[in-house]
């Protein structure tokens, strides 16, 4: 349930209500601030919990407002899959001889857990909280995304150093500043380079160039694009049914994969039906 603190219990519908009925019961709640602290029964969304974890600070140009990103880290990363790995968790230990409970899943602290690395990053020093001035924020000329000739863009992540020089092969690199890949004062002097580097080509051009190599470059694409992408076609990632382009479910298990049901429907799809089971007055929904 996701309701806010309290509403389940005022329903007579709360975990002590129903662990009652059924000892062995897993009671998922997923909110955005958790059942208790002082934010815990307002109102928010992803853009509130990620800013409060540190996050979306990070985020974005330096000197810049920290761009509003799509709602995945809050909302689906910290939030849908921490009660999914709870819920599973939880029914785990009943199967092996534990009782039933409830698994708090707050967006807020799902969150801060998949910031853990960041925040390793800034104990040991190797971590600058000005943007783009680290390794992983795009302070670095070999992992950045760049605006290529069409105006199209062309991600580039080419970490380590075997990786790195297939990508200053490719781009046709032999400028021997490049040659200190780790040497952070270079980085913004390099990457003024890269970027003119980049613009000679379209990003379809580029993407012809370093398909199928180790440069770790890869365009980026539209979400019309992505599908028609050859390597996404040839694993299936995408699946057309019933007329509408929807990603594939994942993971893939060897021996009980899952399969698309039905299509998004549109609120209201179901109204009908639903009235009917429940004996309810179509008006209510009006």
Same mark, same amino acid.
């Given at each position: 349930?996701?309701?806010?603190?309290?509403?389940?219990?005022?329903?007579?519908?709360?975990?002590?209500?129903?662990?009652?009925?059924?000892?062995?019961?897993?009671?998922?709640?997923?909110?955005?601030?958790?059942?208790?602290?002082?934010?815990?029964?307002?109102?928010?969304?992803?853009?509130?919990?990620?800013?409060?974890?540190?996050?979306?600070?990070? +985020?974005?140009?330096?000197? $810049?407002?920290?761009?509003?990103?799509?709602?995945?880290?809050?909302?689906?990363?910290?939030?849908?899959?921490?009660?999914?790995?709870?819920?599973?968790?939880?029914?785990?230990?009943?199967?092996?001889?534990?009782?039933?409970?409830?698994?708090?899943?707050?967006?807020?602290?799902?969150?801060?857990?998949? +910031?853990?690395?960041?925040?390793?990053?800034?104990?040991?020093?190797?971590?600058?909280? $000005?943007? $783009?001035?680290?390794?992983?924020?795009?302070?670095?000329?070999?992992?950045?995304?760049?605006?290529?000739?069409?105006?199209?863009?062309?991600?580039?992540?080419?970490?380590?150093?075997?990786?790195?020089?297939?990508?200053?092969?490719?781009?046709?690199?032999?400028?021997?500043?490049?040659?200190?890949?780790?040497?952070?004062?270079?980085?913004?002097?390099?990457?003024?380079? !890269?970027?003119?580097?980049?613009?000679?080509?379209?990003? *379809?051009?580029?993407?012809?160039?370093?398909?199928?190599? *180790?440069?770790?470059?890869?365009?980026?694409?539209?979400?019309?694009?992505?599908?028609?992408?050859?390597? !996404?076609?040839?694993?299936?990632?995408?699946?057309?049914?019933?007329?509408? +382009?929807?990603?594939?479910?994942?993971?893939?298990?060897?021996?009980?994969?899952?399969?698309?049901?039905?299509?998004?429907?549109?609120?209201?799809?179901?109204?009908?039906?639903?009235?009917?089971?429940?004996?309810? *007055?179509?008006?209510?929904?009006?």
């Amino acid at each position: 349930e996701g309701f806010r603190p309290g509403v389940m219990e005022r329903l007579g519908l709360g975990p002590e209500d129903c662990l009652a009925m059924n000892k062995n019961l897993v009671y998922g709640r997923m909110t955005g601030w958790g059942q208790e602290g002082p934010l815990a029964k307002t109102a928010g969304h992803d853009i509130n919990y990620i800013a409060l974890t540190g996050a979306l600070e990070a +985020m974005g140009r330096k000197g $810049e407002t920290p761009p509003p990103p799509l709602n995945l880290v809050g909302d689906f990363g910290g939030g849908g899959m921490f009660l999914a790995l709870g819920i599973v968790s939880a029914l785990l230990n009943i199967k092996n001889g534990g009782k039933g409970q409830v698994v708090d899943a707050a967006m807020v602290d799902g969150a801060s857990v998949l +910031m853990s690395m960041f925040y390793a990053f800034k104990a040991s020093g190797y971590w600058k909280e $000005e943007r $783009e001035s680290n390794m992983l924020d795009g302070g670095a000329h070999f992992y950045d995304t760049y605006k290529c000739k069409d105006g199209k863009f062309l991600s580039v992540g080419a970490i380590e150093p075997q990786f790195y020089s297939v990508l200053l092969e490719k781009l046709e690199i032999s400028d021997p500043d490049f040659q200190e890949q780790m040497n952070r004062e270079k980085w913004p002097e390099l990457k003024v380079i !890269m970027k003119e580097k980049i613009k000679l080509k379209s990003r *379809d051009e580029w993407a012809e160039i370093f398909d199928g190599t *180790d440069a770790c470059v890869a365009p980026v694409l539209t979400l019309s694009e992505a599908p028609e992408h050859h390597h !996404m076609k040839a694993r299936k990632s995408f699946i057309e049914f019933e007329g509408i +382009m929807q990603p594939a479910p994942a993971p893939r298990f060897s021996e009980s994969n899952a399969k698309i049901r039905h299509t998004p429907v549109k609120a209201g799809h179901n109204n009908d039906e639903i009235c009917k089971k429940f004996d309810l *007055d179509r008006s209510c929904f009006s």
